[in-house]
């Protein structure tokens, strides 16, 4: 089936920094969304984009659907504590998700 | 607007034991899904409802997982008898509709966490 791919498995970042994560697959997709789970609840979704070359903006969160179509990414400024978490990338197609492996952010104060 | 309920929250049973999962979606949301997320992956579907009809069930393994969605409203999801690797959070989440279609803005619920000793 298809695959997304999120690399690294973890960042580590210093608060205050800015973080880019990217999502890439060998398939066009018309849907890319961002998720974010954290520890004991379910995902919440962040920024969802429906247009290729499209950018999209949620507070300090900006992401962009590529135009290859094949990609996404996700920045997160001026970063918090409570950006810790994991953040999913989904792509969407037949009316259902799916979804990458994920990224652990994590936060120093 | 209250989100997407689920319980029990936490499970533990022995492999071969059965278990039940119940999922409330958000009021008004004609579709309904279940997914498995295994510790460090993510959420992988099991089914989807769209008002008490099963959309696709592909992923479901139909020998000791089913599910049911009577009234068109809440769901729940059963695992019989359950196996070692079926330890994982089970996810509910619901949509709705834009057009004809569902929406992809799926909205999930906090999890039961199960686990098969």
Redesign the interface.
């Known amino acids: 089936g298809q695959q997304l791919n999120q690399s690294p498995q973890s960042m580590f970042i210093q608060e205050g920094e800015d973080v880019s994560m990217n999502c890439t697959s060998s398939s066009i997709f018309n849907t890319w969304l961002w998720y974010k789970q954290d520890p004991g609840e379910g995902p919440v979704l962040l920024i969802a984009l429906y247009k290729a070359g499209e950018l999209t903006s949620n507070g300090r969160l900006t992401a962009q659907f590529g135009i290859t179509r094949k990609d996404s990414f996700l920045n997160i400024s001026a970063s918090i504590p409570s950006d810790v978490g994991i953040y999913f990338c989904a792509t969407g197609a037949n009316s259902k998700l799916t979804f990458g492996k994920g990224i652990t952010l994590s936060v120093r104060p | 607007e209250a989100g997407?309920a689920q319980s029990p929250r936490y499970k533990i049973i022995e492999k071969r034991q059965s278990v039940a999962f119940w999922c409330n979606p958000i009021s008004g949301h004609a579709?309904l899904y279940w997914y498995q997320q295994i510790l460090?992956?993510?959420?992988?579907?099991l089914i989807?409802f769209q008002n008490n009809g099963v959309?696709?069930d592909s992923q479901l393994p139909k020998d000791r997982f089913s599910a049911e969605r009577l009234k068109g409203v809440d769901s729940t999801l059963k695992i019989q008898p359950a196996k070692l690797e079926d330890s994982a959070v089970y996810?509910c989440?619901s949509s709705t509709f834009r057009g004809a279609?569902?929406t992809?803005?799926?909205?999930?619920?906090?999890?039961t966490?199960l686990t098969v000793t």
């Open positions: 997407v579709t460090g992956q993510g959420p992988k579907l989807q959309v696709d996810l989440a279609n569902p992809y803005e799926q909205y999930f619920g906090p999890g966490r």
